[in-house]
């Protein structure tokens, strides 16, 4: 016996390309080979908790226009929110979920009370993943929703919010690992600042590298085998977040010695906002061997902050699954919809069509960017223009062989005068054209 929130709506369909039915795919046919491996393999898409069943509509000038049955602080309506979500999953053939802490719980008064009701609420969902085959794709704390926060988590001022944000860690990385989630997410909630006039930089970095080395430890301690993964984010919620984008990421890994530890869970949204490309994010994560999970949800372009919305741009997705393929594809990773429904999308069926829009839309961007890899449309190019190092004396300058003394003497001796070569840009952006 189900909920009846979705009412009739039965398990959604892959019914192709010509169908006008919003209630099908019409390009994400899960079993469909691509590369070699199932479309829902390569896609490993998951639904994130809190845009989906939890954020209730607001805006800075408006309450709730989302009037779930379940918004109460309560087990019951706890529960009834998993008994939906969990339909919601199988309505839609999403293999993964992903979830807060405090989004599937309710908010206790203090430590022990968010514990217990944190462990009733994993027991239940322990119980629904058996049923229904649904997984976890990763698990995190939100160190950022409750006013102890407002100063930071790992970086507050504070002591006391540091040590209640370690514990709190510990019990949603248990959590994660009980219910045998692939990854482990932290996202600098506001990990970051408003002035420097009233913080230390120096000192909260250090606290963020201690913090983050906690996690690790703990994590070889109880042999928990997912991953870690940051996820970046340049702006918002604090004025100046640390964790910035993949480079500055990458940095703060190696400061604190945790580069070969924590990889990255990076979302559409926040590269934008950090001025980069999607593809730039993902690319440079590939280049540092850290690339971890994405978040697939977009920004609207002029807006300047993270709007969270379903993707709906085939070329730019074609791009971004080119860079997930080329470095090899997810392994603990997938494609987690951190996006949420317009405010006007009261329906309890604009939530499948959000969905079902957005993985149609991946699905066809994977399916370009197979191809393009395929037919090396990109990448045969690309090898050209980097052809002269496979040379002995390129090799050599790479490698070490030569010193600078020595580069001058081959340039002098062999009469190096190199010619400019044109980079082919709007080439390659027909052929990208002729994939989309
Ligand atoms: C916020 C982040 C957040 C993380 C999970 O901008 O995207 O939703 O994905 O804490
Ligand atoms: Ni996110
Ligand atoms: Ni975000």
Same mark, same amino acid.
């Given at each position: 016996?189900?909920?009846?929130?979705?009412?009739?709506?039965?398990?959604?369909?892959?019914?192709?390309?010509?169908?006008?039915?919003?209630?099908?795919?019409?390009?994400?046919?899960?079993?469909?080979?691509?590369?070699?491996?199932?479309?829902?393999?390569?896609?490993?898409?998951?639904?994130?908790?809190?845009?989906?069943?939890?954020?209730?509509?607001?805006?800075?000038?408006?309450?709730?226009?989302?009037?779930?049955?379940?918004?109460?602080?309560?087990?019951?309506?706890?529960?009834?929110?998993?008994?939906?979500?969990?339909?919601?999953?199988?309505?839609?053939?999403?293999?993964?979920?992903?979830?807060?802490?405090?989004?599937?719980?309710?908010?206790?008064?203090?430590?022990?009370?968010?514990?217990?009701?944190?462990?009733?609420?994993?027991?239940?969902?322990?119980?629904?993943?058996?049923?229904?085959?649904?997984?976890?794709?990763?698990?995190?704390?939100?160190?950022?929703?409750?006013?102890?926060?407002?100063?930071?988590?790992?970086?507050?001022? =504070?002591? &006391? @919010?540091?040590?209640?944000? %370690?514990?709190?860690? !510990?019990?949603? $990385?248990?959590?994660?690992? *009980? #219910?045998?989630?692939?990854?482990?997410?932290?996202?600098?909630?506001?990990?970051?600042?408003?002035?420097?006039?009233?913080?230390?930089?120096?000192?909260?970095?250090?606290?963020?590298?201690?913090?983050?080395?906690?996690?690790?430890?703990?994590?070889?301690?109880?042999?928990?085998?997912?991953?870690?993964?940051?996820?970046?984010?340049?702006?918002?919620?604090?004025?100046?977040?640390? =964790?910035? &984008? @993949?480079?500055?990421?990458? %940095?703060?890994?190696? !400061?604190?010695? $945790?580069?070969?530890?924590? *990889? #990255?869970?990076?979302?559409?949204?926040?590269?934008?906002?950090?001025?980069?490309?999607?593809?730039?994010?993902?690319?440079?994560?590939?280049?540092?061997?850290?690339?971890?999970?994405?978040?697939?949800?977009?920004?609207?372009?002029?807006?300047?902050?993270?709007?969270?919305?379903?993707?709906?741009?085939?070329?730019?997705?074609?791009?971004?699954?080119?860079?997930?393929?080329?470095?090899?594809?997810?392994?603990?990773?997938?494609?987690?919809?951190?996006? !949420?429904?317009?405010?006007?999308?009261?329906?309890?069926?604009?939530?499948?069509?959000?969905?079902?829009?957005?993985?149609?839309?991946?699905?066809?961007?994977?399916?370009?960017?197979?191809?393009?890899?395929?037919?090396?449309?990109?990448?045969?190019?690309?090898?050209?223009?980097?052809?002269?190092?496979?040379?002995?004396?390129?090799?050599?300058?790479?490698?070490?062989?030569?010193?600078?003394?020595?580069?001058?003497?081959?340039?002098?001796?062999?009469?190096?005068?190199?010619?400019?070569?044109?980079?082919?840009?709007?080439?390659?952006?027909?052929?990208?054209?002729?994939?989309?």
């Amino acid at each position: 016996m189900g909920t009846g929130f979705f009412g009739t709506i039965e398990k959604i369909k892959f019914e192709g390309p010509a169908s006008a039915n919003p209630l099908a795919y019409r390009h994400y046919n899960p079993d469909e080979v691509v590369m070699g491996k199932r479309m829902e393999d390569h896609l490993r898409f998951a639904v994130a908790y809190w845009h989906t069943f939890v954020w209730p509509g607001t805006d800075p000038f408006g309450g709730n226009t989302f009037e779930r049955p379940w918004f109460a602080n309560t087990m019951e309506a706890a529960k009834l929110k998993a008994d939906v979500a969990f339909e919601f999953f199988q309505l839609l053939g999403t293999p993964y979920y992903c979830f807060h802490d405090a989004d599937v719980r309710p908010e206790g008064n203090n430590f022990a009370e968010n514990t217990r009701n944190l462990n009733e609420i994993v027991d239940y969902f322990a119980g629904k993943q058996a049923e229904t085959g649904v997984k976890l794709l990763w698990g995190t704390a939100n160190l950022f929703s409750h006013r102890r926060y407002m100063s930071g988590a790992a970086t507050n001022p =504070d002591p &006391d @919010v540091f040590a209640f944000a %370690a514990a709190t860690v !510990k019990t949603c $990385l248990d959590a994660t690992m *009980k #219910l045998g989630g692939e990854n482990y997410v932290l996202w600098g909630g506001r990990e970051g600042y408003e002035t420097l006039l009233n913080t230390n930089l120096k000192h909260e970095m250090d606290q963020a590298g201690r913090f983050l080395n906690l996690v690790v430890e703990y994590k070889h301690k109880i042999g928990y085998k997912g991953a870690i993964l940051i996820e970046p984010k340049p702006q918002e919620p604090t004025k100046h977040q640390y =964790d910035y &984008d @993949v480079a500055t990421v990458f %940095a703060f890994l190696q !400061k604190y010695g $945790l580069e070969k530890e924590v *990889k #990255l869970n990076i979302e559409q949204g926040h590269a934008i906002l950090a001025g980069h490309t999607f593809e730039h994010e993902l690319a440079l994560a590939n280049a540092y061997g850290v690339f971890g999970s994405i978040d697939m949800n977009r920004n609207d372009y002029q807006s300047g902050w993270d709007t969270d919305q379903f993707p709906n741009n085939v070329p730019e997705m074609a791009l971004a699954y080119y860079q997930v393929l080329a470095g090899g594809g997810f392994t603990s990773g997938g494609t987690n919809f951190d996006a !949420k429904l317009r405010r006007q999308s009261i329906d309890p069926e604009d939530l499948l069509i959000g969905h079902i829009g957005g993985m149609d839309c991946c699905a066809r961007g994977l399916k370009a960017a197979a191809g393009m890899l395929e037919d090396k449309a990109l990448s045969g190019p690309l090898d050209e223009r980097y052809a002269g190092w496979k040379q002995t004396e390129a090799r050599k300058m790479l490698d070490g062989g030569f010193s600078l003394e020595e580069i001058e003497g081959w340039v002098l001796n062999s009469n190096v005068n190199p010619l400019p070569k044109s980079g082919k840009q709007e080439m390659l952006e027909n052929i990208v054209n002729r994939y989309v």
